[in-house]
């Protein structure tokens, strides 16, 4: 049978259009599987361009992490809610409430091993977030380490320890002398890993988010050393010596008191200007010497601190008299996990937690806290003697659950005295007394 040529030149053309097609297909599928310069194509989750595979997980917090080590990072934040009663108070000077008493968002990362930024938005009744924590940090040696923006300034273990790990819902009275957050920078380190720490910070002055008053600076120091925190022995590596100070001067408007005079547990104003507040002036230097002893051996733990500020002032007038007045606190406290946890100055982590077989860790915690004015304070007219005590004695007790590792359940009483000029030294709406209590429940969830 004869073919017509023109059929045959058909026939060929589509054979040879097929064996185009499926040439293409080939090659498109060997450039899907390595680049056009021959290298492997990215597997999931890997850039094309070099990066680096990052895996996410969750350990305390969700954390993040990328395969060659360049970058690390963490979200984490925390809810408190708290319930405080003024027990014994029968005349109700103050009522009883229900308080949102934190909601916090932790961002943190590490880029190429070395820069370090973090950021710490945080909010409680009002509703309105405000930030703790904002910095930047280069930390590539261990022993030489730069933080730059707004943090805490090295000075007092207490102020320096999250209030989620403290040991009672809240803080000493003596808390109310520390720097607290300050906006500067700080070098800070360990020469000897876990053994010896130090940080040295130039500041405002001023605490948080607030711009300088004058143009000179505040110093703030801390070393510290726990000298047997590479021991194995759990009885032995929690010791902790440490002292700090700070130097710098104010620079307040006259009748500014130069701190904030409520106590943490109660709320409780102890100090109110005096008849010559106006015209007095903090404008001059201000030091605070503080020391630290610590010592967390397997369950339990006792630490202590001491802090004296030393305040100059002016005292407007056609002469002025320039003075300066002190203020001396201390606090002692002591815990011990009834469950048989080790205890260390941060999480506690339950043996056996609740739904895993267990009951979750339980422990007790005492504090004493002390607070006195020197003289001068009363003695200028800078407080009143018939609305301000001139000494503080706390006494506080409370148990700690944590049933899992993230969860905190904290009940917690305190009695507190104040003694003064006057039988009842302290005023609160119109009633008049000398002592308080309060029975404070907090529940915090953090990640």
Not at 1 to 25: D, Q
Not at 71 to 83: C, L, R, T
Not at 218 to 228: E, F, G, I, W
Request: net charge negative.
């Amino acid at each position: 049978m004869r073919i017509c040529p023109a059929v045959l030149l058909l026939l060929s053309a589509l054979v040879s259009a097929e064996e185009s097609t499926l040439e293409e297909r080939v090659r498109r599928l060997e450039e899907g599987a390595a680049g056009r310069d021959g290298s492997l194509a990215p597997e999931p989750g890997r850039s094309a361009a070099g990066g680096s595979q990052v895996d996410v997980f969750f350990r305390e917090s969700l954390k993040f992490q990328s395969e060659d080590g360049n970058f690390d990072g963490s979200i984490g934040g925390q809810v408190q809610v708290a319930y405080r009663s003024y027990i014994h108070n029968n005349e109700r000077i103050q009522s009883d409430t229900v308080s949102l008493r934190k909601v916090q968002l932790r961002l943190s990362a590490r880029l190429f091993k070395d820069w370090e930024v973090a950021l710490q938005p945080t909010s409680s009744n009002s509703g309105a977030f405000t930030l703790d924590d904002a910095y930047v940090g280069f930390a590539r040696w261990h022993f030489l380490k730069l933080r730059v923006g707004q943090f805490k300034a090295p000075f007092s273990l207490e102020q320096n320890t999250s209030d989620r790990f403290i040991d009672l819902p809240e803080r000493s009275v003596a808390d109310r002398l520390t720097p607290g957050r300050e906006v500067g920078a700080m070098i800070h380190g360990e020469p000897i890993e876990k053994i010896l720490s130090y940080g040295l910070m130039v500041s405002n002055g001023t605490g948080k988010a607030a711009f300088d008053e004058n143009s000179d600076k505040d110093l703030s120091a801390r070393v510290y050393v726990r000298p047997l925190a590479t021991t194995e022995n759990e009885w032995l590596k929690g010791l902790h010596i440490g002292v700090a100070g700070t130097f710098g001067r104010r620079d307040l408007r006259s009748g500014v008191l130069p701190y904030t005079f409520t106590v943490p547990m109660t709320l409780t104003t102890f100090a109110t200007a005096g008849p010559n507040a106006p015209a007095v002036k903090f404008n001059e230097k201000r030091a605070r010497l503080g020391a630290e002893l610590a010592w967390c051996f397997g369950p339990a733990s006792v630490k202590a601190e001491y802090m004296r500020t030393r305040d100059k002032y002016t005292v407007d007038g056609p002469d002025p008299d320039h003075s300066h007045a002190n203020i001396t606190a201390a606090h002692v406290w002591a815990t011990v996990l009834l469950t048989g946890e080790t205890k260390t100055f941060d999480r506690i982590r339950p043996k056996s937690p609740l739904f895993g077989g267990g009951f979750g860790a339980l422990e007790l915690a005492v504090r004493w806290a002390h607070w006195r004015f020197d003289r001068e304070w009363f003695e200028d007219g800078i407080l009143s003697r018939t609305g301000s005590a001139r000494e503080i004695d706390e006494y506080g007790f409370g148990i700690n659950w944590y049933p899992v590792t993230n969860v905190r359940i904290s009940l917690a009483y305190e009695w507190i005295e104040y003694d003064g000029d006057t039988e009842n030294p302290l005023r609160v709406n119109g009633r008049s007394f000398d002592d308080e209590d309060v029975l404070i429940l907090r529940v915090s969830v953090d990640f």
